[in-house]
């Protein structure tokens, strides 16, 4: 991979989270998505807490769904 094709941003956390976590990143947006009107940290708790997802990783996820939500 070279550094134009690297992703950046929240998306660079993707792999790793995949792999630790051995969910697609779709299922943790899809899980996202069934948590409307929740303020990111909320998200990000809720990950946390009933995902036992770290706090970077589920940073990532949510930062990348929201920022999704208003594009």
Known sequence: MTEKTRPQGPASYFP???KRYGQPVA??????????GMKHMELVGWLKA???LGHGHANALVAHH???RTS
């Open 27 to 36: 299922h943790w947006l899809g899980l996202l998505e069934g948590k409307p």
């Open 66 to 68: 929201l920022a999704a």
């Open 16 to 18: 790793s989270i995949e």
């Open 50 to 52: 009933e995902h036992g």
